[in-house]
């Protein structure tokens, strides 16, 4: 039997190979080869096969028939056998695998060897893959070693136990009796493994923590080593760049990090060290960066002084305008650990730090921008979120998303107008609307109905930038809410920020409507669309007929969806005209939603889901709404003028408890009244405080019919003065059974901060005897305990 | 018996690949257990990502929930996987030791001394690191037990009869 091809010389011929398909039968052949070889119980070319079994397992061929022979290699007593014997087993067997358990005894065995270099193995072997089963088993051999004086075991030895701690933690106590003279060894090797070791033990095990701070009093020594590695002179052997083992170094400053973390008495033996490593440390080389690195990151951990972290901080920094990009990268990371418990001295790096954004490369821009978020406060706000926008125009898509969130997130938090805020948000749908995420929409929605001063140029604005193209959803869907909304507004000219544009009615449902017909446009973004015209059919007053046309061509649309909506807009023109003003009035303002939480969303009514929070628009079936200045158009107008919210949207306070109907209410008796008697209807209000806000008064109405004949389709709207808020809920139903036989009730809430005297006005409509009923009608006997 | 910190996230090197610029694997270090399909499918993926970089890029990126540290020599790539907590400046002086170790070892190393003498690499990286962890500093001594266990192997195949050049 000739003698198996050799390794390099296999290598050699898989190479030459033209094809895969060449290649793979080359394989094929010296697989079998193998196998055959391997049946035979070859002991002289075992190692060989199994190399080159090894060589073909890289390229990604199968190699699991050669485990066996590994573990024959092993038991072998030549060394060369060994050493492929144990590398085939770190390559090809692992802890799935039964047959692992049987290297055991061999790695016992090899353990106690009289030679050094298989012992070596043994542990290498045993430290990178031993099952925890295997450490079980082997744990006090590796004990053993970690006692003995041959340093070249010793380091060896404490590695393996960092393996056996990690796979199996109840084992670390066995080990502590070998830890206690291992720091006073002169071999580096033996000084680094060991550092490894106490930090695996202290961080896994708050009891060694303690221990090791206390009783072995391990500060001070690490403080020792690490003084004499920058004191001493150069040790051609550890030198690296003019630096004395920066590994060794490294690993202890992060020992002392543990220790000296929640630790008065620690953090301070190690001060000195830690300041004098962070300005002598020469920054010409990664090398020296790195152990400044490792002394930026111990002094931000553990509880040093200002001084301290001041210079910590300065020196990333420094890293900052490093032109090795590594060190930018690993300065951006680490001031973003900071930024929150440092942030003033941060701060100070602010324009470094937003000129990073300008960086090629992505890591670097995306610590950059989260970095500018965190960084952004209400004296920055402006020139931050310039050069954010900026970013967000020119950077990746990836970013864009995230960058439009934070945009968002931080002009809520600091917009210095609302005319900026409204300015910002339009830039950044402009700029980057397809990215933007949809629960920005709501949120945007929710912003721009409670500016109400803001709304006509809101409304223009977002009028002229879907002119031009509406595929980006978000923007699209917000804007076409707004048209339908304000849309009056618009056609009217009555902008005052900025030159009012010339639209005219029929302008305004083009777009609209090609909002509709574009394929570019989602199924949601057509809801938007078809439900902010048919708002307009209320707000319009030359288009009503073409309106009707659009609703009733989408009765019979295919998305189911804009079906229902479209039948149910006709119905409203059909059946319910009467109602169509007052359910698609002006959307009052709206709860502020906390941008992260739950929402805590007031409609008027209590049916509708919570839609801010949803992508879908306001639905379709709204109830009387109380936007003034609609109500008193119908009324007639006098001086009681348009509700306007007094208090800013990002004040969340004011109307939380106007959401909460049976909390918190006082019930003490304020006598109830008679604010309406007449034909047979009579009104009743009964009023509540609420104990945590003095502003609000609760209205309950009770409306009822002494008649003989039932009052249906019964719409109660009410109107307050400039300087209260009003909300209507759902009625109980619309319909007021005769002879007093029961009631619709309803609910007002009343916000009236600034504790003026409440006055109302009514107007009533319902069907009565076959024919429409109106009647307006004014309340003045509030008690003064409904609103003092 | 100890009480222990729970869920504490282990600090340590998870693997080591050595691979070309046209993806091919050179040398396979793993210090955590995959099975051999998981680690093809990370090596796979991984190799793609990084080939993608461009030059001007830095040498960390994240990659799944750990951090990629890379760098290339010449036609190969030297990529290691770190946790979180790890500090990659130092990890970038841990693959220059390696590199300057196969360097001194074969003199003036290249491509095809790691794809034809890859055992030997493995050996040497096995006495540099140990389960992830730097086992010794002195590049000197690493190289020292290297060339002894060189010898050992030597002597023993002669004494092993006739097979005086190389048994593999």
Known sequence: MP?????????????????????????????????????????????????????????????????????????????????????????????RQDVHLLMTNCIKNDLNHSTQYVQGLALCTLGCMGSSEMCRDLAGEVEKL??????????????????VIRKVPELMEMFLPATKNLLNEKNHGVLHTSVVLLTEMCERSPDMLAHFRKNEKLVPQLVRILKNLIMSGYSPEHDVSGISDPFLQVRIL??????????????????????????????????????????????????????????????????LLNNDKNIRYVALTSLLKTVQTDHNAVQRHRSTIVDCLKDLDVSIKRRAMELSFALVNGNNVRGMMKELLYFLDSCEPEFKADCASGIFLAAEKYAPSKRWHIDTIMRVLTTAGSYVRDDAVPNLIQLITNSVEMHAYTVQRLYKAILGDYSQQPLVQVASWCIGEYGDLLVSGQCEEEEPIQVTEDEVLDILESVLISNMSASVTRGYALTAIMKLSTRFTCTVNRIKKVVSIYGSSIDVELQQRAVEYNALFKKYDHMRPALLERMPVMEKVTTNGPAEIVQTNGETETAVLETKPPPSGLQPANQANDLLDLLGGSDITPVIPTAPPSKPASGGE???????????????????NKNGLKIEFTFERSNTNPSVTVITIQASNSTELDMTDFVFQAAVPKTFQLQLLSPSSSVIPAFNSGTIT????????????????????????GSAMQDLAEVNNFPPQSWQ | MLFFFPLLPIQQMQFMLLFSRQGKLRLQKWYVPLSDKEKKKITRELVQTVLARKPKMCSFLEWRDLKIVYKRYASLYFCCAIEDQDNELITLEIIHRYVELLDKYFGSVCELDIIFNFEKAYFILDEFLLGGEVQETSKKNVLKAIEQADLLQESQNEDWGGLSEDIL
């Open chain 1, 3 to 95: 003698a198996p091809i050799r390794l390099r010389e296999l290598i050699r011929t898989i190479r030459t190979a033209r094809t895969q398909a060449e290649e793979r039968e080359m394989i094929q052949k010296e697989c079998a080869a193998i196998r055959s070889s391997f049946r035979e119980e070859d002991n002289t070319y075992r190692c060989r096969n199994v190399a080159k079994l090894l060589y073909m397992h890289m390229l990604g061929y199968p190699a699991h028939f050669g485990q066996l022979e590994c573990l024959k290699l092993i038991a072998s007593q030549k060394f060369t056998d060994k050493r492929i014997g144990y590398l085939g087993a770190m390559l090809l067997l692992d802890e």
């Open chain 1, 254 to 319: 992060r020992l002392l990090r543990i220790l000296g973390r929640n630790d008065d008495d620690s953090s301070e033996a190690m001060n000195d060290i830690l300041a004098q490593v962070a300005t002598n440390t020469e920054t010409s080389k990664n090398v020296g960066n790195a152990i400044l690195y490792e002394t930026v990151l111990t002094i931000m951990d553990i509880k040093s002084e200002s001084g301290l972290r001041v210079l910590a901080i300065n020196i990333l920094g420094r890293f």
């Open chain 1, 746 to 769: 309803q609910v007002i809430k009343v916000l009236n901060p600034q504790k003026q005297q409440l006055r109302m006005r009514i107007k009533l409509t319902y069907n009565h005897k």
């Open chain 1, 146 to 163: 970690l006692k003995t004086s041959n340093s070249y075991l010793r380091k060896k030895a404490a590695l393996c136990a960092v393996h």
């Open chain 1, 658 to 676: 106007l959401l909460d109907l049976l909390g918190d209410l006082n019930l003490t008796g304020i006598p109830s009244i008679t604010a309406y």
